[in-house]
């Protein structure tokens, strides 16, 4: 469903990632693992379209969407959970599930979304921000689905949250991959990763160094810490 081949970027001279292969498919949970400095925001910001100094491609659905912008990759199906929420302050949950443009016929309904995620029907009313950490990544993921996006980049999601959220949050990916979406998680957290995910790629330095699944992950946590 998403597929990143060799893909290479720099900042001037300097080289932050290099030729990182990996794909993530249909209903699969895929962690990007690496220590500060790895590259793993920068392989985001090639995703997103932010970073235009690379080499390589990525491909979604089967189509290259490497040059695309920014705003015409959300289009294509690729959503964006960013870091800050994007949650409207001033708008109820109800007003922010409703504001997302449709980019395809997967595209959430309320009835949908209220069912996967009980907590934001019974807060519908209530404004954005006065939701807890958890209720907030739910709407964060809720309003991405309700554009039918097709594979969820989830920018280290557990950051600063308490260990019951952090549950919440492991919840909220079940429900994307169980209704088919793809998921590439960014993540440091690699407890909580071995708790979600299919499968793991480490990133060591600008490089996938390896590629493991989640028992071979559990097996070796201890020494990725
Ligand atoms: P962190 O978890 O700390 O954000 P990361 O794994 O996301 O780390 P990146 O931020 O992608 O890593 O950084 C990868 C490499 O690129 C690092 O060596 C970093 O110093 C370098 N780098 C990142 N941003 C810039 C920039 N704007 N200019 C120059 N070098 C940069």
């Known amino acids: 469903m998403l597929e990143i081949e060799n893909l290479s ?8 990632l290099r030729e990182a292969t990996l794909s993530v498919g249909a209903g699969e949970v895929v962690t990007l693992v690496g220590r500060n400095g790895a590259g793993k925001t920068t392989l985001v910001r090639c995703l997103m379209g932010l970073h235009r100094h690379l080499t390589g491609s ?14 015409r990759r959300a289009r294509a199906g690729l959503g964006w959970v960013q870091d800050d929420r994007g949650i409207f302050a001033n708008l109820s949950v109800e007003e922010n599930l409703l504001l997302p443009p449709r980019v395809s016929e997967s595209a959430w309904t309320l009835e949908q979304v209220y069912d996967a995620f009980p ?15 958890g209720e907030q990544q739910m709407l964060a993921v809720a ?4 554009t039918g996006a097709r594979v969820l980049l989830l920018d280290e999601p557990s950051e600063g949250l308490a260990p019951v959220i952090v549950a919440q949050i492991g919840e909220i990916v079940r429900t994307a991959k169980q209704s088919g979406i793809g998921v ?5 957290n690699v407890r909580f990763a071995a708790t979600v995910a299919d499968r793991h790629y480490l990133l060591a330095q600008g490089r996938l160094v390896e590629s493991l699944d989640n028992d071979e992950f559990v097996e070796r946590q201890d020494e990725l810490l």
């Open 9 to 16: 970027a720099w900042y001037g001279e300097a080289q932050a």
């Open 58 to 71: 990525v491909w979604l659905d089967g189509r290259d969407i490497t040059s695309l912008p920014a705003h």
């Open 119 to 133: 907590a934001l029907g019974i807060r519908r009313r209530a404004g954005g921000t006065t939701l807890s950490g």
């Open 143 to 146: 309003r991405v689905l309700r």
């Open 184 to 188: 590439l998680l960014i993540e440091q």
